[in-house]
């Protein structure tokens, strides 16, 4: 499955989104419209986000899994938010 592009391959700008389509009716809506800021971020980091949330949000449980420190997985989760803020 492709990813959806995030950044101008040009220039590595965030790229917007220009149009969208509905595949049942064909009804189609331009304009000029941000992604959303989880969207903008790596792909890595959508994924531990996702892994957060399935997690009920605790990276205990996720540490345990993923047999990483707690620290670490606190330190990616900083690292995120930070991304986030400053994006």
Request: hydrophobic share 35%; glycine share 2%.
């Amino acid at each position: 499955m492709s990813r959806l592009p995030i950044k101008c391959p040009s220039c590595e700008q965030h790229l917007n989104v220009s149009q969208l389509s509905c595949l049942k009716c064909d009804t189609i809506i331009s304009g000029s419209y941000p992604l959303p800021k989880l969207m903008q971020l790596p792909q890595d980091d959508q994924d531990f986000i996702l892994q957060f949330v399935l997690h009920s949000g605790s990276l205990k449980k996720m540490a345990l899994q993923m047999e990483i420190s707690y620290p670490t997985m606190r330190n990616k989760l900083d690292d995120i938010i930070e991304k986030l803020l400053h994006n």
